[in-house]
């Protein structure tokens, strides 16, 4: 690792790939996850600032994102460190391998899941839990609870059976575009549930951040999960009353929906709001602040990691 002493007072720089800026993960996790740790680094006299990988980047606190690994991942940390900086991967939700953990000098983990993995990985290497929150860009929001309305907020094909549903009229699927380039936060106060209906096997082999849960809750929604994502388990419990089982078919899932759409006002919705209306507190701006000032600026986690 760097000499942790020789980095006192760096820069905090988060490094994305140019050819990736307009990804969701660039946007969120990069631009916005900077903009939260430069309010806080503001309080102690530090810089934090965005960089692309190809941009010359010496003698800082450097957090490789997601976006940067895709292209040339190891060439990217290996060159950051050969320049003076401390690295730090942070791999969202692509597949976390040996080569690119390896390299770096520690990580930022978005979920506990990933956490518990990073550091059973490489024990010997820091591992700071800074969790994914709502997008920024989303306002305020209060949707209706007049009547059910649900929705599906993602990329199109991310999500199982979601034709069927739109056939069936149970669901309308809107794509959201990264920075609200379509105006598809306008939509969010008409739906109080979203379908998030995303089976362990459609993930790949990373770990996948609750991003959609997070935006519904964000929303005052509640919202329908499959019973083996994993990370909605870690947040909403094995209780949490609108799963459905990650086995099912097309005419099952609409069965569910249905069940769902009935029962619509019952004990069962007014469980899943208050599940939900942690996620909205811990997904949010200030929870976020209060952790990045805790974890990287005032206890000094890890030997002064981001010192």
């Given at each position: 690792m760097a000499d942790i002493a020789a980095s006192m007072g760096r820069d905090i720089v988060f490094v994305i790939e140019r050819a990736q800026q307009r990804a969701g993960s660039a946007h969120l996790r990069g631009r916005q996850l900077a903009t939260l740790f430069g309010q806080v680094a503001?309080?102690?006299?530090?810089?934090?600032?965005?960089?692309?990988?190809?941009?010359?980047?010496?003698?800082?606190?450097?957090i490789v994102n997601k976006s940067a690994l895709m292209p040339k991942s190891q060439s990217v940390v290996t060159r950051l460190k050969d320049a003076?900086?401390?690295?730090?991967?942070?791999?969202?939700?692509?597949?976390?391998t040996t080569a690119d953990g390896d390299a770096a000098d520690g990580f930022l983990a978005v979920s506990a899941l990933q956490y518990r993995h990073l550091r059973a990985t490489w024990p010997d290497k820091p591992v700071i839990h800074i969790p994914h929150h709502v997008d920024l860009d989303i306002g305020p929001v209060a949707c209706q609870w007049d009547q059910f309305a649900c929705a599906y907020f993602g990329n199109l094909d991310n999500a199982a059976h979601l034709d069927a549903v739109r056939e069936a009229g149970l669901v309308t699927a809107i794509e959201t575009l990264t920075a609200n380039k379509n105006n598809w936060h306008a939509q969010l106060p008409a739906y109080n549930l979203h379908y998030a209906f995303r089976p362990r096997a459609l993930w790949g082999a990373g770990f996948k951040p609750f991003t959609k849960g997070f935006t519904a809750a964000h929303a005052g929604a509640i919202v329908v999960v499959a019973d083996d994502d994993d990370e909605a388990t870690e947040l909403l419990g094995t209780d949490y009353p609108f799963r459905i089982p990650a086995t099912a078919d097309a005419t099952t899932t609409i069965h569910h929906l249905h069940a769902m759409r009935d029962s619509f006002g019952s004990n069962a919705w007014r469980t899943a709001r208050l599940r939900m209306r942690r996620l909205r507190t811990i997904s949010a701006a200030p929870y976020l602040l209060d952790l990045i000032r805790a974890q990287a600026f005032e206890v000094g986690l890890h030997e002064g990691v981001f010192a």
């Open positions: 503001a309080d102690y006299g530090r810089k934090v600032r965005v960089a692309f990988s190809d941009e010359p980047i010496t003698d800082a606190v450097a003076g900086c401390t690295v730090l991967v942070d791999f969202v939700d692509r597949r976390v």
